[in-house]
């Protein structure tokens, strides 16, 4: 078991809080909670050990421009591969951004 910690800069206030995936073999859970600052942090707990490069790789193709909302993210791994992480995190992504666009109305 491990955790890794990845800070990003980002933009404005993340609006809402979500959740996407299980923990369970080959998948992870990703959960998401707006964050004061304009920074977005990432923990994540993870089954397999040694792996920090390739998170850090995955993660910083999503959050490196610095231009997705400033939140918190906790991301519970199982062993899931990096296309279901970019899933599970544009889901969350998708679902506050949702959030956003029903505030608006």
Request: aromatic residues 4%.
């Amino acid at each position: 078991m491990e955790t890794l910690t990845f800070d990003y800069p980002a933009g404005t206030r993340a609006r809402g809080r979500a959740l996407a995936g299980v923990v369970a073999s080959g998948d992870l859970e990703v959960l998401l909670e707006p964050a004061d600052d304009a920074r977005t942090i990432v923990r994540v707990t993870t089954s397999v050990d040694g792996m920090a490069g390739v998170w850090g790789a995955v993660l910083e193709r999503i959050f490196g421009a610095g231009t997705l909302p400033a939140a918190q993210l906790e991301i519970n791994d199982f062993g899931a591969t990096p296309g279901v992480v970019r899933m599970r995190v544009g889901q969350v992504l998708d679902m506050i951004a949702a959030h956003d666009s029903g505030a608006r109305r």
